[in-house]
Nanobody, 123 residues
Framework: QLQLEESGGGLVQPGGSLRLSCSTSGFTSQDYVIGWFRQAPGKERKGGLCISRSGDIRYYVDSVKGRFTVSRDDTKSTLYLLMNSLEPEDTAVYYC????????????????WGQGTQVTVSS
């Protein structure tokens, strides 16, 4: 069974950092791409960035460029979203999602989703 599980969310002060983890199971890490999405209260889910099979990172939201980055550890079947210089506007539920086609910003492209983890940026 294909599964993703996010962890690492929490409360952080503005300007702080947080690292989210996305653990995968049921499929070979080299066969998929992982997108990171977020959904703020009352807003639609939006793609933030994606890491391809080769490790290339693609950004879909200008506001996270230079602050967020993604890495993958295939030996642990885990991917990481490192978020720096966090702002209150980054408050959202963060999701990782997988597909076997390729990176893209639209949620419908991804067919395996984690349950999400809450990130709150507040003083």
């Amino acid at each position: 069974q294909l599964q993703l599980e996010e962890s690492g969310g929490g409360l952080v002060q503005p300007g702080g950092s947080l690292r989210l983890s996305c653990s995968t199971s049921g499929f070979t890490s080299q066969d998929y791409v992982i997108g990171w999405f977020r959904q703020a209260p009352g807003k639609e889910r939006k793609g933030g960035l994606c890491i391809s099979r080769s490790g290339d990172i693609r950004y879909y939201v200008d506001s996270v460029k230079g602050r967020f980055t993604v890495s993958r550890d295939d030996t642990k079947s885990t991917l990481y979203l490192l978020m720096n210089s966090l702002e209150p506007e980054d408050t959202a539920v963060y999701y990782c999602a997988a597909n076997f086609i390729g990176c893209g910003a639209l949620p419908y492209l991804y067919h395996v989703w984690g349950q999400g983890t809450q990130v709150t940026v507040s003083s």
